[in-house]
């Protein structure tokens, strides 16, 4: 069993990657994934309270999507403007270490980007300024449950999945700020 957690991109961002990256499927998800793989050593529940701990009373944080690159043959799209995300991650990271079991780093900074396939040259990502409005943790391929930043729920799978539900996250946030 593996687990990460990721920010799912949705609408608009998720057509305009679908439109540089059109060889993606419906089964294309675009996402950034913040923390590494990781095999809890404790009870999943506890894992689950220690991620939403971490989260609980912070606001959405802010990134930015912009350009081009490569590592190799995979292509993306660079996350800048992420100081909130990487400190995130850091916090994570750093409160699930003496209980989960982290995949080995790949690099020693981490580089947060969304991986896309493209055949051909790709067109840059023009740049675009969002906020993470939920953290999703994946276990096993699927989704276990989101942090939602907005409403500061958490989520089980089927209203994580929930369009209406994320609609109405976007709706308050919009009455928020």
């Known amino acids: 069993m593996s687990c990460y957690a990721e920010i799912w991109l949705r ?21 950034i994934t913040l923390v590494r793989p990781f095999i809890p050593m404790i ?7 220690l991620i939403a701990g971490i989260c609980i009373g912070k606001s959405p944080p802010i ?7 490569s590592f190799g043959q995979i292509t993306y799209v660079p996350v800048t403007n992420c100081k909130e995300l990487l400190q995130l991650n850091d916090e994570l990271e750093l409160t699930l270490g003496p209980y989960v079991q982290f995949a080995e780093k790949l690099s020693p900074t981490k580089m947060l980007h969304v991986t896309i396939e493209v055949e051909g040259e790709m067109v840059p990502f023009p740049k675009t300024d969002l906020h993470m409005f939920r953290l999703t943790v994946i276990k096993d391929k699927k989704i276990w449950f989101s942090y939602d930043f907005v409403t500061h729920e958490i989520l089980d799978r089927f209203e994580s999945l929930d369009k209406q539900r994320y609609e109405q996250t976007l709706e308050r946030w919009k009455n928020v700020s």
């Open 63 to 69: 990134f930015t999507l912009e350009g081009s690159g």
């Open 43 to 49: 009870d999943e529940e506890a894992v689950k309270r």
């Open 11 to 31: 609408e608009p961002e998720k057509k305009i990657l679908r439109q540089i990256s059109p060889t993606g499927d419906e089964t294309y998800f675009p996402h």
